[in-house]
């Protein structure tokens, strides 16, 4: 049985840094915006899937089609607050709340 050192153990922050540089470089800031996306995507397929709904049925709820649903889902395709709310109230029932962090 290994054990793990713990003092070569490092946080996502730490490992982030040396991989993309600290924040306020532009190798950061372009992971930074791709992880964004990322997660908003993956958040939208969460929804969807904990409601048991097809890409087809939210799409049609939002009056939009499968293939512009799984192109946001996955992060090819940047995607309009208003299209965004849509999702969220149409497609969802629920409301869109955004926050600005400075």
């Known amino acids: 049985m290994s054990t793990v050192n713990t003092k070569d153990l490092k946080s996502l922050d730490q490992f982030v840094d040396e991989q993309y540089g600290k924040r306020g470089t532009e190798k950061r800031e372009t992971f930074e915006k791709g992880?964004?996306?990322?997660?908003?995507?993956?958040?939208?397929?969460?929804?969807?899937?904990?409601?048991?709904?097809?890409?087809?049925?939210?799409?049609?709820?939002?009056?939009?089609?499968?293939?512009?649903?799984?192109?946001?889902?996955?992060?090819?395709?940047?995607v309009r607050i208003s299209t965004l709310q849509k999702i969220i109230e149409k497609g969802f029932g629920g409301h869109l709340e955004l926050t600005i962090k400075m």
């Open 35 to 78: 992880y964004e996306r990322f997660k908003l995507g993956f958040i939208l397929q969460q929804a969807r899937l904990e409601r048991g709904m097809t890409q087809e049925k939210l799409a049609e709820k939002v009056g939009t089609n499968k293939g512009y649903i799984s192109r946001v889902e996955n992060n090819m395709k940047d």
